[in-house]
């Protein structure tokens, strides 16, 4: 037989999936387990917007339609970033494609030529590192631990960047941290970026998740070069608690648009149209649910965060944003649990599930062992058991 694709051979696959697999075994057995592994809001889908699917259906809206999206999609998405980024954006420069996933990586296909390097501060999210692979690129990692607020600084960025860098993946509320850059601390960045002229690839797929009464500020609206220089990457999935829908967009200056609307015609040819109505509701209805999950999302991490740091030998930093909770694993690297050796974040979550049934993800996957996450996308009651758990199962540590 022929040789298979060299690019796709080299995608690792998923490092969460043991963990995950022994979770769902668990529950299928009908065992107590609790799973804080999974990034998706527990909550439903709004009701205005699943009857705008519905609508959809019935009123056939069922065919093709421009590969980027409709018009009133696009539309809807401007009034959305207008109001709630205060960042002006036409429908000529949004593409909406399926997941703000899928978006990322068209954006890296229309940007990469082969070894151009993407600068990633790490932690990062998973699915980054493959992607820049899968286009053909070369990651460069810019380290950010807890030390630092797990954010990168300029000049780490400046020292990070070469004649070969093409652009950085800034993700802004991060999964996995939960961090969030100040307005400062942005600008700071995409001035480095701007003088060294790279493109921002800015994930803020989190943006509607920023806790504390603090602001969110979207890097695009920090002056006309910055915008010209920014990939603007976001959905529905988080916001509006959309994951299955799977629309997802990026606001770009025109030239890249176009090319982003090109490689779409030629690959999916538009997401949805079901999943485009809904969308369009969501963006332009009112955003009452955001504010209602916002609320559940904050008290969440409060509890957790708070029950955390009341157990000796872990802790973690009060993430701002996201639904994330990055755990130290310092105090507890190179002791053991329950005859369990920890030596990594994979070693201490795969005992955690054995012996509590919690699932939860190893920081290995992100980039950063010293660390595993917790995602509070879950009920109240679930956390308030998972943390029960955690403090027995580290009262046993030796
Ligand atoms: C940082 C980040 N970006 C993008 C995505 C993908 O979102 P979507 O469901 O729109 O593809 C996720 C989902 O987990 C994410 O955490």
């Known amino acids: 037989m022929k040789e298979l694709s060299r690019i796709a051979s080299a995608i690792a696959p998923s490092s969460t999936l043991a963990i995950n697999n022994l979770y769902k075994q668990m529950k299928a057995e009908g065992k107590d387990a609790l799973g804080f592994g999974v990034g998706e809001p527990d909550f439903n889908t709004p009701d205005t917007i699943k009857l705008a699917g519905i609508r959809a259906i019935i009123d056939n809206q069922t065919r093709y339609t421009a590969a980027s999206g409709t018009q009133e999609l696009k539309e809807s998405i401007c009034l959305r970033l207008r109001e709630d980024c205060g960042v002006e954006y036409a429908p000529a420069e949004i593409a909406a494609a399926s997941g703000a996933k899928h978006s990322l990586y068209i954006a890296l296909q229309c940007l990469l030529n082969p070894g151009d390097e993407v600068i990633l501060p790490v932690p990062y999210w998973v699915s980054y590192i493959e992607m820049i692979r899968m286009s053909g690129g070369i990651p460069v990692m810019v380290e950010a631990g807890h030390e630092q607020d797990f954010k990168i600084t300029p000049e780490q960025l400046d020292a990070a960047i070469t004649d ?144 955390m740091n009341a157990i000796d030998s872990i802790s973690c930093l009060k993430p701002q944003g996201a639904f994330y909770v990055m755990m130290n694993l310092d105090g507890v690297m190179g002791r053991t649990i329950r005859g369990h050796a920890i030596g990594s974040s994979a070693d201490f979550a795969s005992a955690f599930v054995q012996e509590e049934m919690v699932a939860t993800v190893p920081g290995s996957a992100f980039g950063a062992d010293r660390y595993v996450r917790w995602s509070y996308a879950t009920d109240m009651d679930t956390i308030r058991k998972g943390m029960d758990r955690l403090e027995t199962f580290i009262k046993d540590l030796k």
């Open 164 to 307: 070969k860098t093409k652009a950085i993946i800034l993700n802004n509320p991060s999964n996995p941290t939960g961090m969030v850059y100040t307005k400062e601390e942005l600008q700071a960045l995409a001035d480095v970026c701007v003088a060294r002229d790279i493109y921002i690839i800015a994930d803020e797929i989190y943006y509607c998740l920023v806790y504390d009464n603090k602001p969110f500020t979207s890097i695009a609206s920090l002056g006309d070069d910055v915008k010209a220089h920014t990939i603007l990457v976001n959905g529905v999935s988080k916001a509006y608690a959309m994951t299955g829908w799977r629309i997802g967009y990026t606001a770009a200056p025109a030239p890249v648009t176009k090319l982003i609307s090109n490689y779409l015609s030629h690959s999916t040819a538009a997401p949805s149209t079901i999943s485009q109505a809904a969308a369009a509701e969501a963006f332009r209805g009112s955003q009452e649910s955001v504010k209602r999950m916002h609320a559940a999302f904050e008290a969440r991490r409060n509890y957790m965060v708070e029950r």
